[in-house]
């Protein structure tokens, strides 16, 4: 597709469940970012790459969580043992490239979570 | 700290009226600064950039201006429309800062009603 796709587009779970939220960015983008949304708020940094690395992870809230992107392109980012708190939408964006250019992000729509 | 401050927090206005949103940074150095529009339950749009230089720019009914002295930058919607009715981010892009270099504000929520 031409932007960035992001599934399940809505995630209800149960408290101390595992859940897996998946994105694919556009295609020839570098630069992937992961966001976390509550309503009424502004996006909140949880982590980015730079090709297949983590090239920064300090936005993630605990251990619980923990993202990939083993081939530079897809990107999941995986919750363990999920709490109320993290009910939220999980917002992924991506750039033609961090370093340089115009830093226009292109969001998909996002993945609402909600635990239960 | 590098910050991103927007205000009001929240507006409702009436259709066809005018509005000025702003947007106030401790951002330093800087590279550029971005507005994005969010609908309910979509992702964040760009609706303009503004670079160092730049103290202007318009984008249909949109304009944004930029005043890098006193870091402060504002979005005024003319003859708003109730597809206006959106939360408006501002983003400043910090040149090899971390967060990915971006800085983002809280958002204004903007209501227009009939």
């Known amino acids: 597709g031409a932007g960035v796709s992001q599934t399940p587009s809505n995630k209800v779970t149960e408290k101390g469940k595992y859940v897996e939220l998946r994105c694919d960015p556009i295609?020839?983008?570098?630069?992937l970012y992961w966001y976390r949304q509550s309503l009424g708020q502004g996006p909140e940094f949880l982590i980015y790459?730079?090709?297949?690395?983590?090239?920064?992870d300090s936005g993630l809230p605990n251990d619980r969580f923990f993202a990939v992107r083993p081939e530079g392109s897809v990107s999941t980012l995986k919750i363990q043992r999920t709490e109320r708190g993290d009910s939220a939408v999980y917002l992924c964006?991506?750039?033609?490239?961090?370093?340089?250019?115009?830093?226009?992000?292109?969001f998909g729509e996002g993945s609402r979570l909600t635990v239960l | 700290k590098n910050q991103v401050e927007q205000s009001p927090q929240s507006l409702i206005i009436l259709e066809g009226k005018n509005c000025t949103l702003q947007?106030?940074?401790?951002?330093?150095?800087?590279?550029?600064l971005r507005w994005y529009k969010q609908d309910t339950g979509r992702g964040p749009v760009s609706l303009t950039i503004?670079?160092?230089?730049?103290n202007t720019k318009s984008n249909g009914r949109y304009t944004a201006t930029l005043d890098a002295d006193t870091k402060q930058s504002s979005l005024h919607i003319t003859a708003s429309q109730l597809s206006d009715s959106a939360s408006y981010i501002c983003?400043?892009?910090?040149?090899?800062?971390?967060?990915?270099?971006?800085?983002f504000g809280k958002g204004t929520k903007l209501s227009v009603k009939p």
């Open positions: 983003v400043v892009k910090v040149p090899g800062g971390s967060q990915g270099n971006l800085i």
């Open positions: 964006a991506s750039s033609l490239t961090v370093l340089g250019g115009a830093g226009e992000l292109f």
């Open positions: 503004m670079t160092f230089s730049e």
């Open positions: 295609s020839g983008h570098t630069a």
């Open positions: 790459f730079q090709g297949t690395g983590a090239a920064d």
């Open positions: 947007c106030n940074y401790t951002v330093s150095p800087f590279s550029n």
